[in-house]
């Protein structure tokens, strides 16, 4: 709760004891507590203010549409950007009526990258952050690791140490090692465009890349009624997705790249369990999911199923 000298005091409670309600308000007077806004009067440091700057100058470009500009140079010159920056965009799961302190972020920044990070609040709940390009050779497990592999398991790892010391969930997309002079604004869109795809078709994953999310972003230009046309003509009965059981199969097969006794055991059933349920689906869809063709289309539907439904 605080600290005390070298004291530091804790309040411990089982959390089963404790309503979703409770657990809320819990969680929110602790923001509050560690909240660090400041009082009318207060000022802020030279630092913030740099930041504050660069800030209104993404958002004012932005908001006219420019997508090239490169950066000034009083930005380069007080900020660490002369070399290639890997941008992570956080978007904090919750209202922008909440705040979270500038500096309490920024110091988890600082600490889990091992060096001054680059962070930029861009609104309320989302923190535009400027990572070393060095971690891409740290991060490596082997010599011929693929980048991709490598950026999400920073995202990862980052998300998990958010996950951990801050009070609240958030959402993180992570792209390509960027030159900030000259790339920075077209990496804030294309990292809001990822976070946007997430939410929308991928709501229980915490971390969006735009190379894993092309599909979604070619699905998403589709209007809404020719989505429904889609799912009608395709599926026959849409409201098969509607059945839990048949929507976890699908999703979990498809996920495992269509492996039966991988699909098996994650879903701890036995294989003839699974083949049963499949050939369920063929007979009232007509489409087989063991084959290409027939597990592409079903991908498709199972997208826009779930964007369409929240629609």
């Known amino acids: ?27 929110l ?76 972020l920024k110091k988890l920044a600082d600490s889990f990258f091992a060096e001054e990070t680059v962070l930029i609040p861009l609104l309320d709940n989302e923190w535009l952050a400027l990572a070393p390009e060095s971690l891409l050779q740290a ?27 801050w009070i609240c969930d958030c959402r993180i997309s992570v792209d390509y090692p960027i030159d900030p002079k000259r790339s920075l604004l077209s990496a804030v869109i294309r990292l809001r465009e990822s976070i946007a795809l997430g939410k929308a078709y991928h709501v229980e994953e915490n971390l969006c890349m735009p190379w894993m999310l092309h599909l979604e972003k070619l699905l998403d230009s589709i209007p809404a009624e020719r989505r429904m046309e889609f799912l009608t ?27 039966v006794s991988e699909t098996a055991k994650m879903l701890f059933i036995h294989r003839n369990t699974l083949l049963y349920r499949l050939d369920k689906f063929r007979q009232e869809t007509g489409l087989d999911v063991r084959t290409f063709r027939h597990a592409a289309l079903v991908h498709i539907a199972l997208l826009l199923y779930k964007v369409t439904k929240r629609a």
């Open 1 to 27: 709760m605080h600290m005390q000298g070298e004291t530091v005091h804790t309040l411990a409670v089982p959390k089963d004891l404790l309503t979703e309600q409770e657990t809320r308000l819990v969680e």
């Open 233 to 259: 003509r395709v599926l026959k009965r849409a409201d098969l997705f509607e059945d839990p059981e048949t929507l976890m199969t699908l999703e979990q097969f498809i996920a495992l790249d269509c492996n």
């Open 29 to 104: 007077l602790l923001q509050e507590s560690r909240s660090q806004e400041r009082k009318p009067g207060q000022t802020l440091s030279e630092y913030e203010r740099k930041v504050a700057e660069l800030r209104n100058w993404i958002i004012s470009q932005l908001e006219q549409g420019t997508t090239e500009a490169e950066l000034p140079e009083s930005f380069m010159a007080n900020f660490p950007l002369s070399e290639g920056k890997i941008p992570l965009l956080v978007h904090g799961e919750y209202s922008g009526r909440q705040k979270t302190a500038y500096q309490d």
């Open 139 to 165: 991060g490596k497990d082997e010599e011929d690791d693929p980048v991709e592999e490598t950026l999400a398991a920073i995202g990862r790892a980052f998300h998990e140490m958010l996950a951990t010391e």
